[in-house]
């Protein structure tokens, strides 16, 4: 069935692009230039590489798109990318720190793992550190210095890759300001909470520039259980610069060249180490002793330069080089060897009958649940810091990676008429390399008095010494047809993608003697899609599509299968005065689910090897999304109420039966894991011109942490939670703006996941203060 279904997907589209285009014996008809009035000159550069462009825009794509524009994200200050992608519906969230560094972001039923299943993009440029050969999303651009966030399902899969079965996901840095213009911003709060953030620039008639730093920390609301007052926070220091010259805006030809550069460094005091259920219930913001070194510093460069020409009204090409490098240092926790075996930290956290079966494996001999229970607990004692260890006990890992990416892409526009159907066509090819690099040992420790005393260091190279790499290319050609009050998008994506690990000697970490060995892997895939329109009213749009789904494997396993799937949406937009909505039905086949075993995922039964991965079948995923704002006039003259809400129902089962080391035991019906079913967001305000209040709930239903069906065992389980966010404003002059955050209203406490190794809190009350102005 999802074979036949990809086929005539393929087919349909292609005979749409064969027989929709402009071959009609009748010359071109006229097709009306961009307006020199509507000439933004911050965007036009970027126009196609945008995922939506604009709130403006958003009937005009062929299927589900919310765009997250500056205005809501300074509604209440968001700094952290999972409260902002809050705003959207289809967004499977797992929080982690409490402060999006490191989030997980899946779409419409996909893993939310690392990112790593969705494309992900700054500027419409591929951003994770390495997308094809390694692309867990270890980096993520400083969400707090965006101006906007663009979600797109479904239709994405045609202009946006490699990664389609979910969609893609775009944060638009600052833009170039047409006028001379800028602003300081200030924002201090409890636990040491810091923001400074500023920007300056403008657009001459031939030269235009903008420069932004974003600095940002905080001490942490986690507190080590050796020592409460010890910094458990981070770091953030960004900066962000854009030159461009163009010619006149009224040339016959229109040239621009722009150049962007930017710098970010991150240094975390953060950990995988959880707590236990019982530990989590006394206190959840409590930390491990054994993290108590746990470290992860990043820095991150990019460089990227765009041409943009228009060729007459009709014509226009863009043309992007970009290169990106990525350096990680995450010093924690990865084993612990108490003299009689080896295990994992994530062994600690299933509780004594699991435990009892790791012993057994490491003994070789069958131990008794007291006996086991007993020795989890002496382990938990010194994880917490009450008990002392033997040496070389607890055994942390120099996680080092090095990645880059780097690639150019072109994408040509055409706009021309036959008869009275109008085409925009577009056409574009990318080539794309990137690299991950592994150089990794361990350092030794016992626990000494609650401290963390050094007793060996194991060689460079010893954890991994290998390089992944990727080369790719792709293509896209998607033409949008509109005839009368019918639109239709057919489109065919391919990428031909070049995958390979190569590995070395653990002990040679100059890699002087050679490869030991090299893996490959070689995927072209065809990725075609359909979107159709019918605009019913001027205010009324439905909308239908079917569009293909691929995620390539990564280098590390050439028996890995790609991950496909069939998309279909179908749905309606209403607009109409102040009030718009949405409602999207999709239903997802996927045909084989690739699980990848990792640190921050863990497996299910303990039994694979990092980086390995696994076909996890067949998986139906259901789902509804809906979404509505509206603004309100008050019996208050000069205030108005806005209201918006989203909300998003989720059904993810296998689809067939099978165990391995990652997914553990599956049977047909099984719900997948970290999907929630149900999920919504609401917000309401009043506001002036002079004042702002602003409320905002958020609910997550509850989600099972590991495959199943039925009632979820209370260790598998992470509950449901209702969060409330409170933002008010008041504008002291008409350039000044005070303003004040409380995160998490009413103080609940409430977990987000169980991994990496255990429960996780969310964030608890923070309340943060601040001061702009603009100039």
């Given amino acids: ?107 419409r039923g996909t893993s939310v793992e690392r990112s790593e299943k969705i494309t992900l993009m700054e500027d419409g440029v591929l951003i994770a550190p390495a997308p094809y050969a390694a692309p867990a999303a270890y980096f ?18 045609i202009k946006f890759g490699p990664r389609t079965v979910g969609g893609a996901i775009n944060l638009l840095s600052r833009s170039i300001p047409e006028d001379y213009q800028g602003f300081i911003e200030g924002r201090f709060g409890e636990r040491d909470n810091f923001t400074i953030h500023a920007a300056g620039g403008g657009q001459g008639e031939h030269v235009g520039f903008v420069a932004e730093t974003f600095q940002s920390g905080s001490n942490g609301f986690k507190r080590l259980t050796n020592d409460p007052d010890a910094d458990t926070g981070f770091r953030i220091e960004d900066y962000m610069a854009k030159l461009r010259v163009n010619t006149d805006r009224d040339a016959d030809i229109f040239h621009s060249f722009e150049v962007k550069a930017g710098y970010t460094r991150n240094d975390s005091n953060e950990t995988y180490l959880g707590l236990t259920d019982a530990d989590f219930e006394a206190d959840p913001f409590q930390r491990y002793a054994a993290s108590q070194l746990d470290r992860i510093e990043t820095e991150h460069y990019q460089v990227r330069g765009t041409y943009y020409g228009e060729y007459g009204d009709n014509v ?70 009450t008990a002392d260890s033997p040496d070389d006990a607890l055994q942390l890992r120099n996680n080092n990676r090095d990645y880059y990416s780097a690639g150019v892409q072109a994408i040509v526009g055409w706009r021309v008429a036959t008869g009275p159907v109008g085409h925009e066509i577009e056409a574009s090819l990318r080539y794309h390399r990137d690299e991950e690099d592994r150089v990794q040992n361990r350092e030794n420790f016992r626990m000494d008095n609650a401290s963390l005393v050094a007793t060996s260091v194991d060689p460079l190279g010893t954890q991994a010494n290998r390089l992944a790499e990727g080369e790719a290319v792709a293509a896209f050609i998607q033409d949008t047809i509109s005839w009368g009050r019918f639109r239709f998008v057919p489109g065919l994506r391919v990428e031909s993608i070049d995958l390979t690990r190569t590995d070395f000697a653990t002990g040679d970490p100059e890699r002087t003697t050679g490869a030991t060995g090299i893996r490959r892997n070689s995927i072209t895939e065809l990725v075609p899609g359909f979107g159709a329109f019918f605009d019913a009213t001027e205010s009324l749009t439905l909308l239908a599509g079917v569009h293909k789904g691929f995620n ?76 509505g704002a509206y603004r309100a006039a008050t019996p208050i003259a000069g205030v108005s109420a806005p209201v918006s809400f989203n909300y998003t129902f989720t059904d993810a089962e296998f689809q067939s039966s099978f165990a391995d080391g990652f997914w553990g035991d599956v049977a047909v019906g099984d719900a997948l894991p970290y999907i929630p079913q149900h999920q919504f967001t609401v917000s309401a305000g009043l506001e002036s011109a002079k004042w702002s209040l602003n ?73 943060i203060g601040g001061l702009t102005v603009d100039f």
């Fill in 140 to 157: 993520f651009p400083t969400a707090g210095r965006m101006e906007g966030i663009e979600v797109r399902k479904g239709s994405a899969a």
């Fill in 552 to 627: 390539p494997p990564g280098a590390s396993d050439a028996e890995a299968d790609s991950e496909t799937s069939v998309n279909y949406e179908a749905g309606a937009l209403y607009q109409r005065g102040g009030f718009s909505a949405e409602v999207i039905g999709f239903y997802s086949d996927v045909s084989n689910l690739l699980g990848t075993c990792s640190n921050s995922a863990g497996p299910v039964t303990g039994e694979c090897e990092i980086g390995d991965q696994f076909n996890g079948g067949a998986v139906d995923v259901v789902g509804l999304e809906l979404a």
């Fill in 695 to 767: 409320l905002l709930a958020n609910y997550v239903g509850d989600v099972r942490t590991e495959a199943g069906q039925g009632a979820i065992p209370a260790d598998q389980r992470v509950d449901s939670r209702i969060v409330f966010d409170l933002a008010a404003a008041y504008f002291v002059a008409e350039n000044v703006r005070l303003h004040v955050t409380v995160n998490n209203l009413f103080d609940n406490d409430y977990a987000v996941a169980r991994r990496p190794y255990g429960l996780r809190p969310g964030r608890p009350q923070t309340i």
């Fill in 316 to 385: 226009d090409l863009t043309v992007v080089g970009y290169y990106n490098n990525f350096y990680r240092s995450w010093f924690k926790l990865d084993d612990l060897d108490f003299g009689d075996g080896r295990f994992r930290p994530s062994d600690l956290y299933r509780g004594d009958a699991f435990f009892q079966g790791v012993l057994s494996d490491l003994r070789g001999t069958d131990v008794g649940r007291a006996e086991a229970a007993a020795e989890r607990a002496r382990v938990l004692d010194v994880l917490r810091g």
């Fill in 1 to 107: 069935m999802p074979q036949r279904s990809a086929d005539a997907v393929a087919g349909v589209s292609l005979l749409a692009l064969l027989f929709a285009a402009p071959l009609s014996a009748d010359e071109p008809g006229p097709v009306e230039p961009l307006d020199e009035a509507t000439w933004d000159a911050s965007h036009r550069p970027a126009e196609r590489m945008l995922v939506i462009g604009s709130k403006d825009d958003r009937r005009d794509i062929p299927g589900a798109a919310t765009f997250i524009g500056e205005e809501e994200i300074e509604t209440f200050q968001y700094e952290d990318v999972l409260r902002m992608l809050r705003l959207a519906p289809g967004v499977n969230i797992q929080e982690e720190d409490g402060f999006g560094l490191r989030p997980n972001i899946g779409l």
